[in-house]
């Protein structure tokens, strides 16, 4: 019995809450140990990497990914405002619960305490940096996922933002179809206005089955979006760049009809000993 009262007392700072030190609560990203731990990890990523990333195949990336072993880091089948444009920053992350009294309550408290906007559309807009996606998780709902409208897209675009994509959805969707270079990729779209309410400020969320990291590298089309970690930037465009550059090769010799397509797609032996010996001649 000595003992185990001994082995209890031993655990007990462990087992103990940590309590928050003062003015936590106005911090103006939300605590979380998970991006306390990766956050050395998370080097800067280069306005010239994420220019290079805007030009690579999606489907060159999201192999280049798999390879790397991140697997769940896409979601596909959103709708985009602008679909014939390409969506690439780094992600501002922003979770929603929906609403109930106390939660509202709790909420305008921390907003008072942090001097920043209860609604987080509004926050977004103030607090969005040149080069950010907004990315925020509604729970994956339509109509009670409703995130902003133009006139809150037009404040987060003013001040650099390059774009939203939103596990759930937004309204206005005419007026954000008339915005050039600020595409919002959403599940849908809906009149309502917001029902939710922003509850974390860059910390983890999900956008379908993707895990999405504050900071993380955002790239989007109208067919998927992906996001993965700055630190693997540089292997994501050298592996991309090579395989873009071997389907361009194998464009070529399909354009030519030299050979069976068989033997082109996927090159066959001796033509892809050939495409190895003229790349290193480059």
């Known amino acids: 019995m000595i003992r185990f009262a001994i082995a209890l007392l031993a655990a007990l700072p462990a087992l103990a809450q940590v309590v928050p030190p003062a003015g936590m609560r106005a911090n103006r990203d939300t605590y979380h140990p998970v991006v306390e731990v990766v956050k050395p990890q998370r080097v800067a990523v280069t306005d010239a990497q ?23 880091c896409y979601y596909a089948g959103m709708q985009s405002t602008r679909p014939k444009e390409r969506l690439v920053g780094r992600a501002l992350t922003i979770r929603y619960l929906p609403r109930r009294p106390d939660l509202e309550q709790a909420m305008q408290q921390l907003a008072k305490e942090g001097d920043w906007p209860v609604g987080y559309n509004v926050r977004a807009a103030e607090e969005v940096k040149p080069g950010d996606v907004i990315v925020a998780d509604l ?87 992906l996001f993965f970690p700055t630190s693997i930037a540089a292997q994501v465009i050298e592996r991309a760049t090579r395989q873009d550059q071997q389907e361009d ?15 082109v797609y996927p090159l066959n032996p001796e033509l892809r000993k050939k495409y190895e010996e003229d790349r290193r001649k480059q």
Not at 57 to 66: P, Y
Not at 144 to 170: E, M, P
Not at 249 to 263: I, P
């Open 249 to 263: 090769y194998e464009r070529k010799l399909v354009r030519e009809q030299k050979y069976r397509f068989r033997d």
């Open 139 to 225: 729970g994956g709902e339509i109509a009670g996922g409703v995130f902003f409208g133009d006139i809150s897209a037009l404040g987060a675009q003013v001040k650099g933002a390059r774009g939203v994509v939103l596990w759930g959805s937004t309204r206005d969707r005419g007026e954000l179809e008339n915005m050039p270079g600020f595409p919002v990729l959403a599940v849908g779209f809906d009149p309502s206005a917001a029902t939710q309410q922003g509850v974390d400020w860059n910390i983890p969320i999900r956008v379908g089955g993707a895990t999405v990291m504050p900071g993380d590298i955002v790239v989007a089309d109208n067919e998927a979006v």
């Open 50 to 72: 994420l220019e290079q990333i805007g030009k690579l195949a999606l489907e060159s990336m999201w192999g280049a990914l798999r390879s790397l072993g991140y697997i769940n």
